[in-house]
């Protein structure tokens, strides 16, 4: 299976930071890439899939890029409802697998 | 509207069986390919099977030849069933939409087992 690695694991920012979060692929993956917003006791929801197209109704300060085994999500400003669990998950084969998560805190 | 809701989670022993359900509206099961993601306590994502539109199915190696897709078409309804339990299976599980990323979730059913 293909192993998602983010990083960092957790880290904390302040309303209106820009942040990024990394997310590499154990082999290449083309742009076969997914990010999700998971909040406390809530089902994911999708940002952004083939690496870099925002899913709608997703505000457009979120942003990815990356192909091959390196990705990125960017938030360009952070609001007070995005401190949450961001994944990254690979489906260019089966299984689909998931980054182990960032949590992204206030500071 | 899209949404998915899932049912039958609860308590059971190791070794035990336990049927989810997702029922689904707002869009057919049947012309669409669905999944069961499930996440551990504190832990992250897992992909664990779908089902194609075509009937299809493919599982995860952790429950492989334990757990079954289906699909009921007269009720628009996702199932997982769940056999031969083991601790390690307990987790949230959520049945979501799609084959590659997951557009709609539903809320989620956790599954405890324990003795």
């Known amino acids: 299976a293909i192993r998602m690695t983010q990083s960092p694991s957790s880290f904390s920012a302040s309303t209106g930071d820009r942040v990024t979060i990394t997310c590499r692929a154990s082999?290449?993956?083309?742009?076969?890439l997914a990010w999700y917003q998971q909040k406390p006791g809530k089902a994911p929801k999708l940002l952004i899939y083939?690496?870099?197209t925002l899913q709608s109704g997703v505000p457009s300060r979120f942003s990815g890029s990356g192909s091959g085994t390196d990705f990125t999500l960017t938030i360009s400003c952070l609001q007070s409802e995005d401190f949450a669990t961001y994944y990254c998950?690979?489906?260019?084969?089966?299984?689909?697998?998931f980054g182990q998560g960032t949590k992204l805190e206030i500071k | 509207e899209v949404q998915l809701v899932e049912s039958g989670g609860g308590l059971i022993q190791p070794g035990g069986s336990l049927r989810l359900s997702c029922a689904a509206s707002?869009?057919?099961?049947?012309?669409?390919?669905m999944s069961w993601v499930r996440q551990a306590p504190g832990k992250g994502l897992e992909w664990v099977s779908v089902?194609?539109?075509?009937?299809?199915?493919y599982y995860a190696d952790s429950v492989k030849g334990r757990f079954t897709i289906s699909r009921d078409n007269s009720k628009n309804t996702l199932y997982l069933q769940m056999n031969s339990l083991r601790a390690e299976d307990t987790a949230v599980y959520y049945c979501?939409?799609?084959?590659?990323?997951?557009?709609?979730w539903g809320q989620g059913t956790l599954v405890t087992v324990s003795s």
């Open positions: 979501a939409r799609g084959n590659e990323y997951f557009q709609h």
């Open positions: 707002g869009f057919t099961v049947s012309s669409n390919y």
């Open positions: 089902i194609y539109s075509g009937g299809s199915t």
């Open positions: 998950q690979q489906y260019y084969s089966y299984p689909s697998t």
């Open positions: 083939a690496a870099s």
């Open positions: 082999q290449g993956i083309s742009s076969y």
